[in-house]
């Protein structure tokens, strides 16, 4: 067996997995299809960041077979329709469940079968109207009446969801190779690889940039980012980015991100799972793992400091 030292110049493999609910929220969901043939989604969703916006579009562009140009998505506005709290683990799952929805009522007043491409200038043009309007709620499973009463107040459901006869989740695994520095000794993260099973990918590059971010993240979790709290009176000392020590480009190595892309259809009719919370999930354990392998030395605390090696 390597002694330590050797170890610290082979560098180290370490693997972690990572599980998450798929939750889902009610939400609210009108589209309004107009004679020049553009449709505009207006969802009650919040976009942080994780995408949304994009994945809305093309479900609305893919299920009527038209141009992204010509569908508009209003989000986080609450003068077109109400919010339920918007988070990482179920705001596009649950704005894509309540658009879907939308889209089969649309196609029901546009008079057009339930799939395939759609003419939608002609058909507005064919109901004697300017503009045709379709609206869905849609909630997740178990979920009381009540929890959409409190959607249209811009309150957070009071349960749920339930799933009695499935379990809903998604799941991610890091592999992680690290090299440690023998002199500090100090680690560096060289590669990961990241694979996720979050049901059909609802917009590929966004995932992929969540995933990313979600890692990078976890580098700094388990290496730099820490809060110091000062003893005698509870405030963080280094409570700016001078002194809290996150990422930079120098700190990342490769990052490779893969997707099962597989549907679950059992969770709602997208085949859409979550892809929030999970990407972050397993990312500090799985670098802890690597250090273990090329160290000789279990850390037992985050982050992994030069003295916990020594």
């Keep these: 067996m390597l002694d330590a030292r050797a170890r610290r110049h082979a560098g180290g493999l370490g693997v972690a997995a ?10 609210l969901a009108r589209l309004r299809a107009g004679a020049d043939g553009g449709v505009v989604a207006e969802v009650g969703g ?48 649950s704005t894509l469940l309540a658009v879907h929805a939308a ?75 690290v090299r440690v520095e023998p ?28 995933v990313r971010g979600a890692v990078v993240w976890g580098i700094g979790a388990a290496l730099s980012e820490h809060s110091e709290v000062d003893p005698r009176y509870g405030g963080f000392v280094n409570a700016d980015l001078a002194d809290y020590v996150i990422p930079v480009n120098a700190d990342v190595g490769g990052i490779e991100v893969d997707f099962i892309d597989e549907p679950d259809f059992t969770l709602n009719p997208m085949g859409v799972k979550t892809l929030g919370e999970v990407a972050l999930v397993g990312v500090a354990p799985a670098i802890a793992n690597a250090v273990f392998h090329a160290t000789g030395h279990r850390p037992r605390r985050l982050p992994i400091r030069i003295e916990d090696l020594l």
């Excluded at 990572?18 to 939400?27: D, E, I, K, L, R």
């Excluded at 009071?158 to 992680?176: M, N």
């Excluded at 002199?183 to 969540?210: F, H, I, K, N, Y």
């Design 18 to 27: 990572g599980a998450y609910p798929a939750m889902t929220v009610p939400v």
């Design 46 to 93: 919040h976009e942080m960041g994780q995408g949304m916006t994009t994945a809305l579009v093309r479900a609305v562009a893919g299920d009527l077979g038209i141009g992204a140009e010509s569908v508009r998505v209003v989000v986080g506005d609450t003068r077109a329709v109400p919010h339920h709290l918007t988070a990482g683990a179920w705001g596009t799952n």
């Design 103 to 177: 889209l089969r009522d649309l196609r029901e007043r546009l008079r057009v079968p339930s799939e395939g491409p759609v003419d939608v200038a002609a058909a507005v043009r064919a109901t004697g109207a300017e503009e045709v309007v379709a609206e869905a709620v849609t909630q997740g499973p178990g979920q009381p009446p009540e929890a959409i009463d409190r959607m249209r107040a811009g309150l957070v459901a009071p349960a749920g969801p339930d799933y009695p006869d499935h379990v809903a989740f998604s799941f991610i695994a890091h592999f992680v190779e």
């Design 183 to 210: 002199a500090a000794p100090r680690v560096r993260v060289s590669r990961v690889v990241s694979v996720a099973d979050c049901g059909r990918v609802a917009s590929p590059v966004t995932a992929d940039a969540q």
